[in-house]
């Protein structure tokens, strides 16, 4: 049964990546249902999401979970020797030789398309290399992109050296070292940490110069850096600790050395999370807006560092915009000034919920001027990122996040003659959890539907993600089932859960959906399909040429019951023996090397098989039965990891999935909550760790939608 704490939001937007396998064609490949998950409750929690607390609650949330606050994972009842214990460091093995029998060129993870959606990187222009330079975020932690000539540039695979993925780093141009300079963040591995190293980059290369810099300021996150062009400094202030306390202090960066000179200051900003920070192309000077913390009321001050000093310019500063935090400021060299746009504003009155802001204002002459208030303007958002481009004749805005709608924007705006210019969408499916995915043998496309408060169509083929338009389309769900359906020509729905805004379960699907010829049709009447259910498994059974569904949940009860649906109809499979306990989020696949069905893993083992109700059982389904088999290794306790037969391999893959290994100290029992990021194979019984071989996707991984790609000819991974 599912906990009823409060879920994590925006636990969203990982890359999508594909696994090659260098084959142009294989036989028809399942779906696979990815689930709703709460890993703030542990698990598939339908609560409302908690009052905001600030505007850390996007990063926070995470990293609080990350650090090992918060509830356990999975709480055992009437077990109180079971506590959490805070994330093991997630191990990314680097590419290995390949598997035996198979080229190492054409295995291995690989990053697709533009740059994702994400939040809180570091993004400057590069005058020496003559392009914007973005670096990090959220979720794509240890990304390096450049844009120049209109076009984003990933240069993740061709820069030497690289920084570790982090979100919230600070990052600015230095003119005199012609280097762009990075400094600290927060990083999401070993536990979560909060950064303090100092990075240079140039010329495509990052070097660490942590050592040679000096003492360096505390290690620290969301700080403002700007670089003081009268002075030849770059000029750190603000941020977050590792206790996510705001930290205090002015820091100098000039030569390759840091100087420490808050000393020096008779007055100075109010201790700053996020602060906007940006050098005015007007005249040099470093501007700093805004000065406070998560609460409420946010301050409206403006500063200059001027002379190695601060100046409050609060009291000659003419119609100064609204307070905010996280919000993006930068230079602005056409407009002669800085450009300050969104933020994390003060709630209405009566209202605790956070407001974000999506007006644009100049900063030139002493004087606050609104700008940009045209039909067209990026939408409200927070922690975007936002650099200088004269190459570009304007300023570029990348990305952010809205925690009230639950998006991470992934869209590229610019700002020019006073109005902004919508230049790259996001060429891919916005973020989201609980996306359904499965390849359709009919068309040679991957079909990807929903997931979080939508209810949209995609299709990726060639490398190439394009959103469809049917004249109808089911409602919005997330954790639906969906997998092929050669019988009908499409791909087959069914089920799922639906969400309020808030997050709050407002029904259970069971509604069966095909969508064939860019047409979703309804067959809920006709097709006497299951009672409802969500984070069923489902996969196409190509020996037994039907589509297999197993277990799932209702509101409240798992399930373990066996159905399969052909030519427009659903049957219980009358079973031959024992099945699989009851259970949610396994991993299900088509495996016709060994002429049926694999399933792996769940939720909903008992205690004695597992103290955290997760399981790492194997089994197969043929014709009617249901076999266990007993392997001496297989991959540790998870669930919702995804699972695809890749003709590359010998077997089927396994890859992701959330995890909680375990171990007893005595009487009591210790359980790590960890996202899983490895690869297996699968193969008549046995069990092969294959990660040391082909690398994994650079974050752990859970309820991500996983199916091959039979005509492109590799297992593609989405969510």
Known sequence: MRSELPRLALALLVPVLLLLSGIALGPPAPGSGAGRIDRTSGHLGNAPAAASSGPMDLLAAQKSLAAGFGPPIHPVAGQPGIRLLPPSPLLRAPPGPGVAGRPAASLGWHLLGSPESRYAGAMTYDVADGYVLEFGGDPDLGSTWTFANGSWTNATLTVHGSP?????????????????????????????????????????????????????????????????????????????????????????????????????????????????????????????????????????????????????????????????????????????????????????????????RGESWLFSGNRWTEVGTGASAPAERELEMMADDPAGSGVLLYAGADYVAMTIFGDTWQFSAGAWTLLASPSTPTGREGASMAYDSTTHQVILFGGSLLNDTWSFSGGTWTELAPPTSPPRRLSAALADDPSDSGVVLFGGETLSTNGTQIGVLNDTWVFANGTWTNLTATAHGPSGRFAASIAYDSTGNADLLFGGQTAAVLLNETFAFHAGRWSQVALTGAAPVTREGAALGDDPKDSGVLLFGGYGCPPSQSPTYLCNDTWTYSAGAWTVHRTTRAPSVRDFAGVVDDPAFRGDVLVGGFGCPCRTVGNVTSCVSQPENDTWEYQSGTWTNLTGAVGAPPDGGLGWAFVEDSQDGYAFLFG
């Open 164 to 356: 570790p993925p982090r979100a919230g780093g600070a990052m600015v141009y230095d003119p005199a070292l012609n280097e762009t300079v990075l400094f600290g963040g927060y990083s999401f591995a070993h536990g979560g940490a909060t950064l303090g190293d100092t990075w240079a980059y140039r010329a495509g290369n990052w070097t660490n110069v942590t050592g040679t810099a000096g003492t360096a300021p505390p290690a620290r996150y969301f700080a403002g850096f700007a670089y003081d062009g009268n002075d030849s400094v770059g000029v750190l202030f603000g941020g977050l600790n590792n206790t996510s306390v705001p930290v205090d202090g002015t820091w100098e960066f000039a030569g390759g050395h840091w100087s420490n000179v808050s000393a020096n200051q008779t007055s100075s900003p109010v201790s700053s999370q996020g602060p906007a920070f940006a050098s005015d192309a007007s005249d040099g000077e470093a501007v700093l807006f805004g000065d406070g913390t998560s609460s409420a009321p946010f301050q409206n001050q403006t500063w200059k560092f001027v002379g190695n000093r601060w100046t409050n310019l609060t009291s000659t500063v003419s119609n100064a915009p609204p307070g905010v935090v996280y919000a993006a400021l930068s230079p602005a060299t056409t407009a002669g000034g800085v450009l300050l746009f969104g933020g994390y504003g003060q709630p209405p009155n009566g209202s605790y919920l956070p407001t974000w």
